[in-house]
């Protein structure tokens, strides 16, 4: 009878996997709209969901740097109905002290991009060069405002290292992702950002914004014309990364279902041409690379970050 029990389980489990996936699927986003995370998600979720057949619904929750987004998708059930972005901060939060999760905690299922950081003002503003904003800077140390995607972020850390590069203080001012930072930018209410080029194409595209200089070894391709800070003697690259998540523990089957299905998504013309348009460097690693990667990225701010932030 036992026997017959276990038998007629593990049938019902094929039966299950073998339905997978039979309802929508949520996709957790851990900044703001308009952003590059948001971008990136909801590109390649729109064509992953024509090759699962079923809809995936996007859902934005802000706040500490993607650590509150993060801890939604690690407690979640890990059945192949929730999974998210996870940016480079996933190595980071530990770190800063938003979380007690790192890498480890998840399903790393694909690593997608690769995108540097840039230093951006105003068209109006008096600062024709980077040097010209980098002297502004060292004669009026504390002033100068400078909007990140968080406390902590990738582009919070960007505006650090820019800070200890050139030896001067800034202030820095904290928004829930890259997007409303570049609408206060525009807005006039911060000097400058230290976001993606992505993030402030279509400002700087619309007149009203231009960037001074990349924080990258080599230049945007969507700007080729605006130096690096290495090219004119300061160290200093600093780019985010990001990739898909599932929480740990989904059957191996399902992970697989879907590992195909945002591979063959990311191949796709469509999703090629969005990174390119937006000057997103492919960086695809499947699922064991990006663990190794992000773990990799872990130890590193481990050691980095709290020096950084003087803790």
């Known amino acids: 009878m036992r026997k017959l029990v276990i038998f007629l389980l593990m049938l019902v489990a094929v039966f299950v996997l073998a339905a997978y996936p039979d309802k929508p699927i949520t996709f957790i986003i851990q900044a703001a709209p308009g952003g590059a995370s948001d971008m990136v998600s909801r590109t390649i979720t729109a064509i992953a ?87 502004y800077v060292k004669a009026h140390p504390g002033t100068v405002t400078v909007g990140n995607s968080g406390p902590g972020s990738i582009w919070h850390i960007a505006a650090l290292s820019l800070e200890k590069a050139i030896g001067t203080k800034l202030v820095h001012v904290p928004f829930d992702g890259a997007a409303p930072a570049v609408a206060a930018l525009m807005g006039g209410h911060i000097t400058a950002v230290t976001v993606s080029p992505t993030e402030v194409r279509s400002g700087v595209e619309s007149g009203q914004l231009k960037i001074l200089a990349v924080l990258s070894d080599e230049r945007s391709p969507l700007f080729p014309d605006i130096p690096t800070l290495k090219e004119l003697g300061y160290d200093v690259s600093v780019a985010a990364w990001g990739g898909l998540a599932l929480p740990k523990g989904v059957d191996p089957q399902v992970y697989k279902t879907l590992a195909d299905a945002f591979k063959k998504a990311y191949d796709s013309d469509a999703f090629q041409k969005f990174l390119s348009d937006r000057g997103m460097t492919p960086a695809y690693l499947d699922g064991e690379q990006f663990k190794a990667f992000a773990i990799a990225q872990y130890n590193m701010y481990m050691e980095l970050i709290p020096k950084a932030l003087g803790k």
């Open 49 to 135: 969901q024509e090759i699962l057949g079923v809809p995936i619904t996007c859902t934005n929750i802000t706040g500490a740097s993607g650590a509150i987004a993060m801890k939604r998708l690690q407690t979640s059930k890990p059945d192949g109905y929730t999974m998210g972005y996870v940016p480079v901060e996933l190595s980071m939060v530990k770190a800063l002290g938003f979380a007690d999760f790192g890498p480890e905690d998840f399903d790393l299922v694909m690593r997608i991009m690769v995108i540097p950081a840039a230093v951006t003002v105003r068209a109006n503003a008096p600062w024709k060069t980077i040097q010209e904003f980098i002297d």
